[in-house]
Nanobody, 123 residues
Framework: QVHLVESGGGLVQAGGSLRLSCAAS??????????MGWYRQDPGKQRELVAT???????NYRESVKGRFTISRDNAKNTVYLQMNSLKPEDTAVYYC???????????????WGQGTQVTVSS
């Protein structure tokens, strides 16, 4: 199957910046990734979409992060990034990477998730 490993979370003051990274890998010789994205979840709340990016580079953002967050990807490295600027306390959450992928011993498209990385923004 496909594995996603996130990095880059941490504690930052309001107005600060963080950059999240998520690298995809898989066992076997073949795997391919279509859409990738970032979601976040606060305890007791539903997981919500933050941003997505297609393999061709088309992006989509939730309204509250537009102009502050930028999603990008390096297809050669199978990695997606989330640059977060002007962070606010309400951005505090566990951030999860996702990928719609095929391969890694599974010959069908499926959705995969990373383990999550904590982002805490202090006021």
């Amino acid at each position: 199957q496909v594995h996603l490993v996130e990095s880059g979370g941490g504690l930052v003051q309001a107005g600060g910046s963080l950059r999240l990274s998520c690298a995809a890998s898989a066992s076997g010789r073949f795997f391919s990734i279509n859409d990738m994205g970032w979601y976040r979840q606060d305890p007791g709340k539903q997981r919500e979409l933050v941003a997505t990016i297609t393999s061709g580079g088309t992006t989509n953002y939730r309204e509250s992060v537009k102009g502050r967050f930028t999603i990008s990807r390096d297809n050669a490295k199978n990695t997606v990034y989330l640059q977060m600027n002007s962070l606010k306390p309400e951005d505090t959450a566990v951030y999860y990477c996702s990928a719609h992928a095929i391969g890694g011993g599974r010959p069908w498209w499926d959705d995969y998730w990373g383990q999550g990385t904590q982002v805490t923004v202090s006021s």
